[in-house]
């Protein structure tokens, strides 16, 4: 990668919250995966699962992606290190909101 490239994913800071389905999600907490569009295979491997948020991240472009770690994933300990193969990332409207929830901070409200 070039030094400008680097500079660009150092820039962006992980947000501390987001709003999905009206419901105000953060890390740490639980999550349904729906993938949609143009998913890969192991993204379509993983429809229906629980899992739980690792971080919430930015691309290049901003686009807010969702880090997950599966649930019942035997290498979980390995996503939460950020290992390759156990974190997965998935768009806002791929994840979809699971009881119980933790609130946010002061109370914070969430809009869609």
């Known amino acids: 990668m070039n030094e400008w490239e680097w500079e660009l994913i150092e820039a962006k800071t992980p947000l501390a919250s987001l709003c999905v389905r009206g419901v105000a999600v953060r890390p740490g907490d639980r999550v349904r995966l729906w993938p949609q569009g143009n998913a890969d295979i192991f993204d379509l491997a993983l429809a229906g699962k629980t899992a739980t948020i690792e971080a919430i991240e930015q691309d290049y472009d901003g686009r807010v992606l969702v ?31 699971v009881e119980p929830r933790t609130p946010l901070p002061g109370g914070g409200k969430c809009e869609s």
């Open 67 to 97: 880090a997950v770690v599966i649930d019942d994933d035997p290498g979980r300990d390995l996503g939460l290190l950020r290992q390759p193969g156990h974190r997965f990332f998935f768009s806002p409207e791929e994840i979809e909101p």
